[in-house]
C-alpha cells in the first residue's frame, strides 16, 4: 500500500514555556548518532524551545538531506529541542525504526531532496516531509525489515572496518616493496647463494657494454656522471650490492617530442595518461602524424622492457611503468611528458621499476615547476641513485615480491567484492520499501 508520510506522522510544535526549560537538558541532531545531549550553551531564555518524547522525531530541516535525523529511543534522547528544529510523533501504523531507516536510506535521501524548498539552501519542513510517499507494509513485515537491515548493517560495519584496514593493504604493498629493494626479502637466499657474482662485477660489466655501445655509434657518448657522496645514499644495502646512478645503468634516457596529432595514424603516441601505475593504458593514445616520422631517430621508438616515467604533470608526475608492445603497432612513440628510460638488456628491468615505484622514491622526488605544472627533470632522472643487487638475486627479489602482491591483490579484492555485495543487498531491501 502506498501512502504519503502526511497520513502517519503529526507535527509537535509544543513549547516548554518556561524560561529556565524546567532544568532539562538541550537536546541536538547529529547525522551520524541522532538525538543526543547537545554540548551548547543554555540561553538564558528557554522558553520557546520544543520538547520530545519517546519516540518522537526531531530533525534540522536544513540539515535533514545529509541525514541530520534521529528518534527519541531512550529517556536519555528526551528533553528540550532547538525551536528551528522540527519534531514529530509517528501513529502505530508505522515503526520509529523503519521510518528512520527508510529516511537515512539513499532511496529516502532523494525523496528529501526532491521535497525540499529553496533555491540555494534546501529545507525541509514538516509540510515538505508529509508529501514524501512511501510502501507501507504490516507491523510484522515492517519489523522483518528492521531485522533484515540491522543484520546487513553489521556486515556493513563489519565491511568497514576490513575497508579502513585495507589503507593498511597499501602500506603492506608499500612495505614489501621497500623490504625488498633494501634485501631484507633475500637474506635467507644470500646465506643458500654465497657464490654469486657480486653487484660491483655486474656494474662493471655494464659499463663496458655501454663502451661497446658507444664505440658501435648505436648510442650517444654521455658527460661523466658525479660520484656518489654519503649524504646521497638513503639507506645501507647489503653485502654484495652497490649503488649507482640511473645514467650509469641506461642505454637510452630521453623525452618524447610533442608531435603533430592525427586521427587516421598507424603510429601511436604515448601520453601520461597512457602511464598508470597499475597498467599501460593503449586506450588513452593518440596518433603522430606519419610523415614526421623521419625526424625521428631510431631510438625514439618505444621498445620491450623500456621504463616509462612520467615527467610532468601535478598528480602524474614520477608514475611510471614497464612497457611492453601487446598491440599490431611496428612503430609508437611518446610525447614530451614522458621520459623513456631503456637499461642495459643485461640487467632486470622489473627490479629497478620495483625501486622507483616506492614511496620513498615518488615522495623525494625533485620536481621543479608550479603546483598546476610539476616537473621532473631529465637531468633528475639520469642522476638518481639507484641500488644494484646481484643478478640473480634481482631475480630471487622479483618472484618473492610478485607472490606476495598477488596475495596483497586478493585480499583487497575480497574486501571490496564483500562491500559491494552487502550495497547490492541493502538497495534491494529499500527499493521494495520505496516501490509505488
Known sequence: MIVKLKELLSEQKGTIGQPDGNGLELIGVSNEIGLHPSRAKKINNLSRYKTNKLNWFAYNPMRINVGSIGYAK???????????????SCSDKILPEYLLWLLKSEEGQEAIIKNASGAVRKRLYFRNLAQIEIELPSIEIQ????????KVKEVQDTIAKQLSKSSYISQLKQAILQEAIEGKLTEDWRIQNPNVEPAEKLLERIKAEKQKLIEKKEIKKEKPLPPITKEEIPFELPKGWVWCRLGEISMYIQRGKSPRYVENSSVPVVSQKCVQWDRF?????????????????QERFLRDGDLLWNSTGDGTVGRLVKFYNSTHFKKIVADSHVTIVRLIKMLNSSFILKYLSTDKVQNNLKVSGSTKQTELSRGT??????????????VEINQKVDKLMQKANSLETQIKQNETNAKMLMQAVLKEAFEK
Open 381 to 394: 632522472i639520469i642522476n638518481h641513485l639507484v641500488p644494484l643487487a646481484p643478478k640473480k638475486e634481482q
Open 74 to 88: 531512550t529517556p536519555e534522547h528526551l528533553g528540550l529541542i532547538s525551536p528551528d528544529y522540527v519534531v514529530f
Open 281 to 297: 593504458d593503449f586506450h588513452k593514445a593518440r596518433f603522430i602524424d606519419e610523415t614526421t616520422l623521419e625526424k625521428y631517430g
Open 143 to 150: 519489523k522483518k525489515r528492521v531485522d533484515f537491515y540491522l
